[in-house]
Structures are given as C-alpha cells and as structure tokens.
C-alpha cells in the first residue's frame, strides 16, 4: 500500500482535531502516518494529542512552547515528510472517505503526476455526506495547468484536497516565508513546474471549513490584498522552478493581464457599491495599471472611467436610487454567474479563463 504522511498543523483549534486526524487514520487502502504539530496551543490540545497518540501508533506530536507561526511550522512538518506522498491537513478541515486511496491510486497509475486534487466540499459545522465514487480521472501536463491558473488569475486548491508525491515535495522543500498569504497557491505552481497534475473526477476529496476565526477572514482580508498575493505567488514560480519555462514571458504577461482586468472589474463596481470595500475604487485603479499599463486603453478602463464621473455629478437621492438599481442587477448577474462558474468548476477543476471576458 502507498505509504501516505499527514500533516496537521495546529493552533488552539482542539475543539476540531480529533475529527480532523480521525478523517486521516480512517482512510482505507493506504498506509498513513500522522504528525501533529501544535504550535503552541493554549487551548486543550496537549490533551487531545496525548489522548490520540495513546489510542493510535500511528499518530506523532510535535509540540511548541512557544508560538512560531503557520509558515515555519508548516516548513517544520515538510521536513520530516515520511513515505511516498505527502497532505498537508489543516486541524480545522477533514478528509473525506476514499480521498487518499483515490488520489494515490490515480498518480500510482500515472507516475509523471506530482500532485492530484478533487473537489473540496466548504462547510461551517454541518458535514454533508460527500460524493466518494470516481467518474475517472484528469491530467494535465504541468505548463497545460499553470496557464490555466494565469488565464483565470485564481487559485484552484482550497489546501486539504491536494495530495503530492513525496519525491516532489522534497525536491521543492517548504513554503515561502515572504507569501503567508499566497505560498499555497506558489507550492501548486511550483510542483506543475516541475511534473504533470491531475484531478480525481466525480468525488469529493476533502472538506473545508469555513468560519470566521480563519487567517483568511482575520489576518489575509480585503481583496486588493488577495489581488496582490495572487501576483506575487505566480511571479514568485517564475523566479524559482518555472524560470526555465519556455512559455515563462508570454505566461507572466497572461498573469499580469487578467489580475489587471479583475481589479478594474472590482474598481467599477465600488463606484456603485463604494462601503462594499475598506479601500477606495483608485487603489485598485492604481493597481491594474502597475501591473498592465496598456490597460488604460481597454473598454473595461473606460467604463471604469465613466462610472467613476457619473457617480462624482449625482446628487445624494440619485446615488441612492441608482446604488439600488446597481444591487438588483448585481445581486441577478452574481446569481448567475456564480452559479455558471461552480458548475465549471466541478466539472472541469479549474476556473474561467478571465482573459476571455
């Protein structure tokens, strides 16, 4: 059996790591090993870890005295990786049953692929039971894969869905400390610099917690935020295992075009929807046309323009009746699309190529 190491990375949330590391051990057909690191927890932690290695053999803890942060833990675990592929699973999140089994056996097949993911499913506390038969299986070549995140300027991994092949991980070694935010979106496209990725189709392979203590709604909020580490993350790849990418130019300025065209998007829509963000439309303004100056030339730059002119002449009641009217035909557009877009993304594992729009 295709020996698999579990990471789980823990900061006070004890309330969910027996759940989280009973997901890992549960797992049929694969022979998994456990270690937690508790990066000093003041919760019950240290008595879950000691109740969970007193039950199961398989299961190892780190502990820290003192807190040292997600990103040197992380790189702690990474580097004591045992076997032949590696998860790393958030103490917050939880495989679903088959998931690894699935996973391996698509790259056991496939020995070019370093990293495979499925659907995650995102809940808050109420697990839906999970899809767990595969319809078959998906591969990219690795470059195929980049340029499908730098058409589309977003990352396709929630993080406990992926499943990488030790050799690989080893070879790549840990996380950026320069990118807290973004080093998981810059590992995915690391890896794909370097081998094939593919996607187990038809099941769901991990659940995601969503709640609001996560670093993503504390720590890494606001969207200009999210907008910057998505740039950093893949021109960081670009510098690292992918600067020797024959396509490395030509995907660099993909990249920089559709996150230039997401931030004048968002910028023409603060003009009707300005409380929706703590920063004003200019900042992203600012933004798009530092990655992109050309696109000061393009249709979306222009009707950002004139929104933003329309909206300094109106007067308070005409603001108010047009922020109205602008919230109707957002709240049907982003209805459809949205569920045009998680449609796509089930069925292919990626996201639009936003440069087409």
């Not at 890992?24 to 008595?47: C, F, M, R, Y």
């Not at 995102?122 to 195929?144: I, K, M």
């Not at 909206?311 to 982003?334: N, W």
Request: with cysteine.
């Amino acid at each position: 059996m295709a020996k698999v190491q579990v990471l789980v990375p823990c900061y006070n949330y004890g309330r969910y790591l027996e759940q989280s590391v009973q997901s890992a051990l549960t797992q049929k057909d694969v022979d998994v090993d456990v270690l937690i690191i508790d990066d000093g927890s003041s919760d019950n932690t240290p008595e879950i870890c000691r109740e969970l290695i007193d039950r199961d053999s398989r299961v190892r803890v780190i502990r820290h005295e003192r807190n040292i942060g997600h990103i040197a833990t992380y790189n702690e675990g990474i580097a004591q990786i045992r076997g032949d592929y590696f998860v790393m699973l958030s103490a917050d999140d939880l495989l679903t049953p088959g998931a690894l089994s699935r996973a391996t056996s698509l790259m056991e097949a496939h020995p070019s692929v370093g990293m495979t993911y499925g659907n995650p499913i995102s809940f808050t506390d109420t697990l839906r039971e999970a899809r767990t038969s595969c319809t078959g299986a998906q591969v990219w070549a690795g470059t195929e894969w980049i340029r499908k995140v730098c058409r589309s300027g977003k990352n396709f991994l929630d993080s406990p869905e992926a499943v990488v092949r030790a050799d690989i991980q080893r070879q790549i070694g840990g996380y950026d400390p320069k990118l807290p935010h973004s080093g998981d979106m810059e590992m995915w496209l690391r890896i794909a610099a370097l081998s094939d990725i593919g996607r187990v189709r038809g099941a769901d392979q991990a659940y995601y917690r969503v709640h609001p203590l996560s670093m993503q709604r504390t720590v890494h909020v606001g969207f200009l935020f999210d907008l910057l580490g998505r740039h950093q993350a893949i021109q960081s790849m670009f510098q690292k295992e992918g600067a020797s990418l024959p396509e490395r130019e030509e995907l660099c300025s993909l990249a920089r075009r559709v996150l230039a065209r997401t931030a004048i998007r968002h910028a023409r829509k603060l003009c009707d929807f300005p409380l929706e963000d703590n920063l004003p439309a200019s900042k992203y303004r600012d933004f798009a046309v530092s990655l992109w100056p050309e696109i000061v030339g393009t249709f979306g730059y222009h009707a950002f323009e004139i929104a933003e002119r329309q909206h300094k002449r109106k007067s308070a009641f005409q603001k108010s009746v047009s922020h109205h009217m602008a919230r109707l035909r957002k709240f049907a557009e982003d209805g459809i699309f949205n569920r045009v877009e998680y449609r796509w993304f089930r069925y292919t594992g990626t996201y639009f190529p936003r440069d087409l729009f």
